[in-house]
């Protein structure tokens, strides 16, 4: 087992390795160590490597291995992103208020992979409290793009999405409010999948917009994403947004044929602004749908283009409201030396926040405040049932709706950190499905400079199986997955 196979390795391989004996986990895990050794100085996708651990994970999956009674996750490395609860293992959020916080439970996604005998690598970098696009806003460091160290990953989950790409796990789980999973997937070329909201248990992933937040699967192809989806999803008791429902075999809906599915293409999406080659990679891939039978037709959802507003009034309020409880009482940073209790409280959100989260912080408290409140929260909520309607409608004749993932490729570290809202403006294509919260993916459909393009695919609630099915019909008509940065 070399380090170098790791970059191409995925989930459905891995496992035939394991499943054959042709490797064992402590083997593959050994190597997925190694590349970490060689190649984390320059992408900087861990905010912990969990080595020991991982060795340990790894000799247990072994023995499971040898009873005969392996899933096909155990054994395998991942890494988690930084807001995922891990027993012990320190959760930060790439935030100094959380920066020694080790929590006392497992998050559900965590407990699920865990019970299938994953291997946990590491926890991947954010921007702090998965706010932001490029990772720049981490506390810690910035994270670079394994396609072109001086540009960004994409965020907030950029340390998951670079860590896949660059071969530092074999895939990993990302948090998705507004495009967290979608955009580092298509600036790091693989694949992103944000599930319906409910799919996954959010207990145990640091709240950042409880209404938006949802986990899902970074992975080097479509196989992959179902395969980690089926583990993830379902119903959880200890959270009371996640849906009851029979978890269906993800990976039934790979293979099918596409032909009569119909497709919408929102004019919306193809605007001044997009850049032309994104625009274009993304027009070819429409055709390939076409050339496989599904029937493509222009449409348009007008109320969508309102999702960015509604999403920067709505994930700040939450947001305001989440991040209450780091008042240095109970835990995370303290500043309780300044002897009397309100300053304490006021030092210790002054230096445990970056200047992004206090900027959402205030938004969403300004946004909830009385005379306020009907102006821009409730006129918010209203507008968005106005874009889940028109979702609802726009399903009632079409599959899926196909658009780019982002307007733009990876861009430069430093280029977007003065100006917020051009920051803002990288999610205006993936904020919709958060804002209705139906399922959507990421997969690599381009090159353009040297940088990968995204396409995105949405479905209607619950329609995971439509959304894998298109995506891996696209994936297997085409080759851009199999494209690797070369580190
Ligand atoms: N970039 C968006 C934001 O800053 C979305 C982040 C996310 O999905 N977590 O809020």
């Known amino acids: 087992m070399h380090a170098e196979n790791i970059p191409s390795l995925t989930v459905r391989k891995a496992a035939d390795l394991l499943a054959s004996r042709e490797a064992s986990s402590t083997e593959l895990t050994n190597a997925v160590l190694n590349r970490i050794s060689r190649v984390e100085e320059t992408i900087r996708a861990f905010v912990t490597v969990t080595k020991d651990m991982a060795i340990k994970q790894a000799d247990q999956a072994d023995a499971r291995i040898a009873t005969g009674n392996a899933h096909q996750l155990t054994g395998i490395p991942m890494q988690l992103k930084d807001n995922m609860c891990t027993r012990g293992i320190s959760t930060t959020c790439s935030s100094l208020m959380l920066k020694t916080y080790l929590p006392t439970y497992d998050a559900t996604v965590t407990k699920r992979l865990f019970d299938e005998g994953a291997v946990l690598i590491g926890k991947g970098n954010l921007d702090e409290f998965a706010m932001g696009s490029s990772t720049e806003n981490s506390a810690f460091f910035p994270t670079h793009n394994p396609w072109d160290g001086e540009r960004v990953p994409g965020g907030s989950s950029g340390g998951p999405a670079a860590a896949v790409a660059a071969g530092e796990c074999i895939y990993a789980l990302g948090s998705d409010t507004g495009g967290s999973i979608r955009q580092p997937a298509s600036f790091c070329g693989i694949v992103g999948l944000k599930p319906t ?291």
């Open 197 to 487: 909201y409910g799919v996954v248990s959010r207990y145990g992933l640091v709240a950042f917009a409880s209404s938006l937040d949802q986990i899902g699967p970074l992975t080097k192809d479509v196989t992959d994403a179902a395969i980690v989806l089926n583990t993830i999803a379902g119903h959880d008791p200890h959270d009371s947004t996640s849906i009851p429902f029979d978890v269906p075999d993800y990976t039934a809906a790979l293979g099918k044929e596409i032909k009569g599915l119909k497709i919408g293409i929102p004019k919306e999406y193809f605007v001044e602004g997009v850049q032309p080659e994104v625009r274009d990679a993304v027009n070819v891939a429409i055709s390939v749908f076409e050339n496989l039978g599904a029937s493509v037709s222009e449409t348009s959802l007008p109320t969508s283009s309102h999702a960015m507003a509604v999403y920067y009034i709505i994930a700040p309020s939450e947001a305001s409201a989440n991040l209450a409880r780091y008042d240095g009482v109970k835990y995370g940073y303290s500043a309780a030396d300044t002897g009397r209790m309100w300053d304490a409280l006021d030092k210790t959100r002054q230096d445990g926040f970056g200047p992004e989260v206090k900027r959402r912080i205030m938004l969403g408290t300004y946004a909830l405040s009385t005379g306020y409140y009907d102006a821009y929260y409730l006129k918010a909520q209203k507008v968005r049932t106005l874009i889940r309607r028109e979702f609802d409608q726009a399903f009632d004749k079409f599959d899926a709706i196909v658009t780019p993932t982002t307007p733009t490729v990876g861009f430069k570290l430093g280029e977007k950190t003065s100006d917020p809202v051009q920051m803002y403006l990288n999610d205006i294509f993936t904020q919709p499905a958060n804002i209705a919260g139906i399922p959507a993916i990421s997969v690599p459909c381009g090159i353009a400079d040297g940088l990968p393009i995204g396409l995105q695919i949405m479905t209607n609630h619950m329609a995971e199986d439509t959304l894998l099915q298109l995506a891996y019909a696209y994936e297997q008509a085409t080759e851009w997955h199999l494209e690797h940065p070369q580190i």
